[in-house]
């Protein structure tokens, strides 16, 4: 390969050295797709890039994603950006404890983003646009590295499985009321694999995060319990990259094989303006299920989604 890399983490993740990524040609962009399917999170330091440059790299990816219309979306981005900022539209810092913050601390559980869409996402790519002095980094970690070291008798096990994944059901975790009912609607339960395989090269993944709430066949408790078991196994401290972000900062990661969850800030006192973009998928991993039914979460649940928020709590706030 010809472009320069160095390691993030022993395990996965690779800084790519040497690109501005307004001006990849394509023997190049087939090095970096490359390593994007062997590494799993790709970062570039230094691309003060605009909304417009950050779509048109993505799309070399694929389609994007549009956001869905929630409480945090603004007219004055391109459908195509999802902005995680704690400042709104006229540029004035979120009051604590608002629900527009409450909304994106749902990103501070493990996730891969938007597999609670049919078609769940591909890749995505974040770029630092104002990062906070301390706290507010990112985490990351390879689902498909701590597949790789299962049992095999536990690979057999999962082979084949089919999950429910539900935004509804993840969002619920961190309060009430936070996604309205109009929303819930055009993000209804759906079925996902819970083994995956790339495509490039055949290695296999399983594919959890808190979205994941039931498994067909298998009963609501031993389901999340083990969903729990497969997450805790792959956040395993010393199996995570820990990034802590520099202005100019873009982190790209592969959702089909890598959990990620925001770390806390001081968001009363420091801005952070992060834009993403979404690669959509190539189709759905399971087939189509109707109607599926999501118990509703249990204290263990709910204990377990806000053990994960607890900086929220600490701080003093209240969510009904
Ligand atoms: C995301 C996400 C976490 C963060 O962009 O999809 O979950 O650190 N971000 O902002
Ligand atoms: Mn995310």
């Not at 629900?99 to 591909?122: C, E, I, Y």
């Not at 498909?144 to 993840?170: D, I, Q, T």
């Not at 806000?306 to 009904?320: F, H, P």
């Amino acid at each position: 390969m010809a472009i320069g890399t160095n390691p993030l983490h022993p395990l996965f993740g690779v800084e790519i050295l040497g690109i501005d990524v307004r001006r990849v040609d394509e023997a190049t962009f087939a090095d970096v797709v490359q390593a994007f399917d062997e590494h799993s999170v790709l970062l570039f330091r230094r691309q003060p890039i605009s909304d417009e440059e950050q779509i048109a790299f993505s799309r070399r990816f694929g389609p994007l994603e549009t956001t869905i219309r929630t409480i945090i979306s603004e007219a004055r981005t391109p459908r195509e950006i999802s902005s995680l900022a704690n400042v709104d539209a006229e540029d004035r810092l979120i009051p604590h404890g608002d629900t527009r913050n409450l909304f994106n601390a749902g990103n501070q559980m493990w996730h891969s983003d938007s597999s609670f869409k049919r078609v769940p996402a591909l890749a995505s790519l974040l770029s630092a646009r104002e990062v906070p002095p301390e706290g507010g980094e990112t985490q990351f970690a390879s689902m498909r590295v701590s597949y790789e070291r299962l049992p095999e008798a536990m690979k057999r096990f999962l082979e084949g499985r089919v999950a429910v994944h539900s935004f509804a059901y993840s969002r619920g975790l961190v309060g009430d009321g936070l996604l309205p009912l109009d929303h819930a609607a055009q993000v209804p339960p759906i079925a996902q694999a819970l083994v995956r395989a790339n495509p490039a090269h055949g290695r296999k993944t399983f594919y959890v995060g808190s979205h994941a709430c039931e498994i067909l066949g298998m009963p609501t408790n031993d389901a999340r319990t083990l969903l729990r078991e497969l997450l805790e196994l792959a956040t395993r401290p010393e199996f995570v990259y820990t990034h802590r972000w520099q202005p100019g900062d873009l982190v790209m990661w592969d959702n089909r094989c890598v959990l990620h969850r925001g770390r806390p800030w001081d968001e009363d006192k420091y801005r952070r303006v992060m834009h993403r973009t979404t690669v959509a998928g190539d189709g759905p991993t399971a087939p189509d299920v109707p109607a599926v039914a999501v118990a509703p979460a249990r204290e263990t649940d709910i204990a377990w989604g806000r053990a994960q928020l607890a900086s929220l709590w600490a701080a003093g706030d209240t969510v009904s």
